[in-house]
């Protein structure tokens, strides 16, 4: 019999991250870079026995030391106008 794999695409900043799980401790974890900006990048777990949730939160850590520090939200100032009848 067969043996069936999952894959599923996250996005995360301009990246796409696919998760393949064929059961057990069997999965992998690719990073695929936007357009032009490099080849695919397949994670090897940081620790035995890590878990695929561990691998995923390694992949967004390497994603942001790749692409620097998230923006600040832009905040709107003032509050609100009162109009005058």
Known sequence: MGRLT???FRSYRGH???LRDSGRDRYQVI???P???G???EM???EPGATLAAMVSHAKAMIDAVMGP???PVRPMG???RRRA
């Open 44 to 46: 090897a777990p940081p």
């Open 6 to 8: 999952a894959v599923s």
């Open 31 to 33: 990073i695929h870079p």
């Open 16 to 18: 796409q991250i696919e």
């Open 70 to 72: 998230r923006p600040e």
């Open 79 to 81: 509050g609100f106008a």
């Open 35 to 37: 357009g032009g900006r």
């Open 39 to 41: 080849a695919p990048h």
